[in-house]
Structures are given as C-alpha cells and as structure tokens.
C-alpha cells in the first residue's frame, strides 16, 4: 500500500511541476529618475491618446522579422500602455513652462519595439489653446528611434528615451510663440 502512494505522490509532484509557468516581470515607461521640479502640469493637458490596437495590450508586443509580432505573455506593462505612456509624458512635462495652457492629443501611429535594434514611436500629435476663446491649434508628426539592446529592459528604455524626447518637443511647441512645430 505504501509504494502505490509513493508513486501516486510523485505523479501528482511532477503535474504540478510541469504546470509551473514563469513569472511576470513588470515594466514602466516613468524612468525611476525623478524630476527634480515637481510642479504640477495643469499648463500641459493631455486631452487624448490613442495606440495601434495591435500593441494594446497589457502584454509587450516586440516585432519578429519584417511582418510578424510577439506577444511576450512574461512581460508586462506595469499599466495599459494608453496608460503608462500618458504618465510618462505628463511626468516628463512636469518641468515645461508653456506661456499658456495647453491642450495636447496624440494618434500613436506605430509603436515598434524590436530587441537588439530599437525602439520607434511615431506619433501624430495636435496641441491647441485650452484657454476661453482660444482656437489656435497646431498639429505635428513626430518620429522617435533610439537604439536598443537584446534585453527587454534596454528596449523598454529605449522607449523611455523616445517618449523623454516626445515630451520635449511637445513642450518646446507649447512654449514657443511660433506656431510651427519643431524638429525631432
């Protein structure tokens, strides 16, 4: 009776083994540097933002070769990325002093994350004059690509990098009496 239970506990050991499935590991577009101004951003809104539906997802989806994509079901954002890249924008903007309030909407056109190569954001993006009585609006196309390692915490800082640099030619094109939108 005792090798029979024996055998059935090793069986039963070994199912729940085989079922194991790796963790999640989380990741955020917020660098953990903080600003040193933590002013708030009233001046800059951010009045909407839209992805592909292809890359929303909770998941991290990375390019595979020139027409495939991987969903990475152990690599997640820390939010949905609508979510983790309003954040990041609007903590990267916290130091911008625009002349006025300032209303922004962004189309993200492509959000490309390929390991070992690089992270691309291509954003249309239409800030206008939040104020009473005010139209004037301005709308720009903005294409970031930094360079990444083969590790996804160098592609998801990567993209860091181009939403850091997002926010500061949005903030450049607030603060601006111009009405021309700036260079990447």
């Known amino acids: 009776m005792a090798f029979p239970l024996k055998i059935t506990l090793l069986a039963a050991l070994s199912l729940l083994a085989a079922c194991r499935s790796d963790p999640i590991h989380f990741h955020t577009l917020i660098p953990a540097q903080m600003n040193a101004n933590s002013r708030s951003t009233a001046e800059i809104q951010v009045e909407s933002l839209t992805v592909p539906p292809q890359v929303d997802r909770p998941q991290i989806v990375v390019r595979q070769g020139n027409t495939g994509i991987a969903i990475l079901e152990t690599q997640w954002w820390g939010a949905s990325l609508v979510d983790e890249l309003r954040s990041a924008l609007l903590d990267q903007m916290v130091n911008s002093n625009p002349k006025r309030k300032i209303s922004v909407r962004l189309e ?13 954001i291509d954003v249309k993006w239409r800030l206008r004059d939040a104020g009473p009585g005010e139209n004037g609006a301005l709308t720009c196309r903005s294409t970031l690509q930094t360079p990444s390692g083969p590790s996804i915490d160098e592609l998801v800082a990567a993209q860091q990098n181009n939403v850091k640099r997002l926010a500061a030619v949005i903030s450049q094109a607030a603060s601006s009496s111009q009405n021309t939108c700036p260079a990447n």
């Open 108 to 120: 993200v056109q492509r959000f490309d994350s390929i390991p070992g190569q690089y992270g691309l």
